[in-house]
Every structure is written in C-alpha cells, then in structure tokens.
C-alpha cells in the first residue's frame, strides 16, 4: 500500500523559512516521480515543484522559482522542499502527490490529478 506523509509544515514570518518533508512508502516500482502541490482557501490546487525520480530533474512553478528548492534522499525515501523568502501569497496547504514510472517533472506539476496523494501539511506566513 502506498503512503505519502507530509511534515514540516507551520506558521513563519514574511521572509522566513520551511523545510517540508514528504516520506513515500509502499511503491513497488524503482521509479517515481514526486511533486509538491498547494491549495489556498478559495485557489484550486496548482503544482509548485517536481523532481524525478533520480533527482536529477527538477520543475519549479514561476511562483517559487529561485526561492524553493526540491530534493530527494531515495535511500531515505523523502522528498523535501526548501522554501525560502516566504511571502503570505504562500499561504495554503502543502501536498505531495507521485506516480510510478518514469513522469516527465513539468507533466508532473502541470497535471494536478495524480495516483497517489499525502494527508498536506498547513504553510502559514504571517507576521
């Protein structure tokens, strides 16, 4: 059985940082592409970040580009996102979505229906 589960999440300042963690277990396939997707009260769901499954590849929405940051620990299966600069438009839900096999990373974050998703870990940025 597939699981993906979310932490790191919390209140910060405008500017401040978070670290969020996705734990994946369960995947029968080697591969899996992992994305990060928010959802802010009123905003229909968007993809934020994507990596491959060897890491190697990565997307960023426009939003977050140069400020976040995505990586991956397979010998932990985690997936993290460094999220730098806050801004309270950041403000939403964090979830981490994968499907098995070899998902190109843009395809990933484009599509916002997925196989498998996380329970999301609330970001708050407000001073």
């Known amino acids: 059985q597939v699981q993906l589960v979310e932490s790191g999440g919390g209140l910060v300042q405008p500017g401040g940082s978070l670290r969020l963690s996705c734990a994946a277990s369960?995947?029968?396939?080697?591969?899996?592409?992992i994305g990060w997707f928010r959802q802010a009260p009123g905003k229909e769901r968007e993809g934020v970040s994507c990596?491959?499954?060897?890491?190697?590849?990565?997307y960023y929405a426009d939003s977050v580009q140069g400020r976040f940051t995505i990586s991956r620990d397979n010998a932990k299966n985690t997936v993290y996102l460094q999220m730098n600069s806050l801004t309270p438009e950041d403000t939403a839900v964090y979830y981490c979505?994968?499907?098995?096999?070899?998902?190109?990373?843009?395809?990933?974050?484009?599509?916002?229906?997925?196989?498998?998703w996380g329970q999301g870990t609330q970001v708050t940025v407000s001073s």
């Open positions: 979505a994968a499907e098995g096999g070899i998902t190109p990373v843009q395809a990933m974050c484009v599509m916002t229906s997925h196989d498998y």
């Open positions: 369960g995947f029968t396939k080697y591969y899996y592409t």
């Open positions: 990596i491959s499954s060897s890491g190697t590849s990565t």
